[in-house]
């Protein structure tokens, strides 16, 4: 009769012919044996006791509540699915067949920093400091965002080799009101500049996975992966100066179209707003011969500055035109703003 030792979770499998030892409490694990009806255990699966550490005879430590709803056998014959955190908005992981050279499991966890599956909290806390020291403060893990995903084979072995063909990774980020800044980021991060970056464990570094893929109705970012670790999201500084523009032109605030409204010449409370910039800049404002008129830094991430129309004096801009120039990490917009008063 076979023997397991059953958590009270699954029933362990029985042959009248050969024990199939288990490695764990709940169904059982992989010890390469087969009964002479063909039953044959190649991984452990189900759910551990609440509060309990179970250790697999591999050796890999378990820890309750890091199962999500149960780890399952995977064929690397076929596509596998997992999906986990909010059921409402997920990250998922989508193995293709072909990936790995023989059947695994998937363990994921949603907070590596403090119930960690494998990665070390103190490699993953050294990755930020070193992060915050050679990038500026756009680019930071968002808040709730780390994903560990670890895999076995059918002998308990940790998967550490290249995938033989990329998975797709795609995860989750908050942007409830949908106007393209992620919810709850200081300074505010645009969903545009969203990737996925992978925790580097040798090196204890934060490494930008690429191509990226954003998906704004389903706000979500997706990227290939090759390997299995720690993965967050975060934003960079937008510097694309491109799209920027004043309006309105002319600004015309006591004008017979005066007003906020479209097609409209502005109001003196609204002054000249300047749109679609990058996360910093510096704009000037200059007369048409070259005298400048105002200097004004951009530097709190939002995609919208209003100038109130006054010189570096505070005194109001006299009618006439003036060109505008937008600087951001080398990049250089020009424009033109007519005032009439």
Not at 46 to 68: C, R, Y
Request: net charge negative; aromatic share 8%.
């Amino acid at each position: 009769m076979a023997s397991a030792r059953s958590s009270g979770y699954a029933a362990p499998k029985t042959s009248a012919s050969q024990e199939i030892e288990a490695d764990i409490s709940g169904v059982s694990g992989s010890v390469g044996k087969t009964s002479e009806r063909g039953f044959r255990l190649n991984s452990t699966a189900g759910s551990p006791f609440v509060g309990t550490k179970l250790l697999s005879s591999s050796g890999f430590e378990i820890f309750s509540g890091l199962w999500g709803g149960g780890a399952a056998f995977r064929s690397a014959g076929e596509t596998t699915l997992v999906t986990l955190g909010d059921p409402d908005h997920p990250a998922t992981l989508t193995i293709p067949p072909g990936a790995l050279s023989s059947d695994f499991v998937v363990f994921a966890a949603t907070s590596p920093l403090t119930r960690p599956l494998y990665a070390a909290p103190a490699t993953i806390l050294e990755a930020n400091e070193n992060l915050a020291r050679s990038f500026t403060a756009y680019t930071q893990p968002l808040d709730g965002c780390l994903w560990e995903f670890l895999v076995l084979d059918a002998d308990g072995n940790r998967h550490t080799a290249p995938l033989q063909a990329p998975a797709t990774l795609s995860l989750p980020y908050r942007d409830a009101n949908n106007d393209g800044l992620v919810d709850d980021t200081h300074p505010p991060l645009r969903t545009q500049n969203l990737s996925i970056w992978w925790l580097d464990e040798t090196h204890r570094l934060w490494v930008k996975l690429s191509p990226a893929t954003l998906d704004t109705a389903h706000r979500r970012v997706s990227a290939p992966i090759r390997h299995f670790s720690v993965f967050t999201v975060m934003g960079t500084p937008s510097f694309h100066v491109g799209d920027a523009f004043a309006f309105p032109v002319p600004w015309r605030p006591e004008g017979p179209q005066a007003g906020a409204g479209a097609n409209q010449t502005g109001t003196l409370s609204d002054g000249i707003t300047f749109s679609n910039l990058p996360s910093e800049a510096k704009i000037r404002i200059h007369t048409l011969s070259g005298e400048i008129v105002r200097e004004i830094d951009h530097n709190d991430g939002l995609p919208q500055k209003k100038w109130d129309a006054k010189n570096s004096d505070g005194e109001d801009a006299v009618s006439g035109t003036y060109i505008y120039v937008i600087d951001a990490g080398g990049q250089k917009k020009f424009g033109k703003i007519v005032i009439i008063r």
